[in-house]
Each structure stands twice: as structure tokens, then as C-alpha cells.
């Protein structure tokens, strides 16, 4: 393998992130991820800390917790649509 070689793998792969990047700012990818979080977080707070929740004991509630408990979904759902459209990019389904 070449110098010249690796170098336009390198730049292969960035574009590869560049639309991946794309893809996550997509305005359906975001709204998608979104509701999925407010879903699943929702649900898995209310599981985790729903007894504090519904005292109304806000200084018990442990926010780190349950702001991490949005963001999980909110990651996985994006990740999951960018993968499936990456993969369909890469293999187009015949029709």
C-alpha cells in the first residue's frame, strides 16, 4: 500500500463521517429520537425514581440520573437510524 493510498482511504472515511454527521442533524432523525426519549425515559424514570416523583420530593430526585435517562434512548434511536441508513446506502434493497 501506497502513501497516496492511504491517504484517499483516510479521506474516504471522513466523507463516511461527514454523512453520517448529516444524518444525525436530519430534521426526521432528531424528531424520531426525540420521541422515542420522551417515551422511554419517561417510563424507565418513572420505574427508577417514580416513588420521589410522586411525594413531590424534588430535592431526593437525583437529576444526573434522570437527565441520563433521557439521553440513553435519545442516543440509541440515533444511532440505530443512522446505522439502518448507512447500511441502505451501502446495500440498496432491490425493488
Known amino acids: ?3 497516496s493510498d492511504s491517504l484517499s482511504e483516510r479521506l474516504a472515511g471522513d466523507i ?3 454523512e ?3 444524518t444525525v442533524t436530519e430534521p426526521t432523525i432528531i424528531a424520531r429520537s426525540l420521541k422515542v426519549s420522551l417515551v422511554a425515559g419517561t417510563l424507565y ?3 427508577n425514581q417514580g416513588e420521589k416523583v410522586a411525594s413531590l ?3 431526593e430526585i437525583d437529576y444526573l440520573k434522570l437527565s ?3 439521553l440513553m434512548p435519545y442516543l440509541v434511536s ?4 443512522v446505522s439502518m441508513k448507512m447500511a441502505e446506502c451501502r446495500d440498496p ?3
Open 20 to 22: 453520517k454527521m448529516r
Open 78 to 81: 440515533t444511532y440505530t437510524a
Open 57 to 59: 420530593a424534588f430535592g
Open 93 to 95: 434493497v432491490p425493488k
Open 68 to 70: 441520563l435517562t433521557y
Open 45 to 47: 424514570n418513572l420505574i
Open 1 to 3: 500500500m501506497t502513501e
Open 16 to 18: 463516511g463521517l461527514v
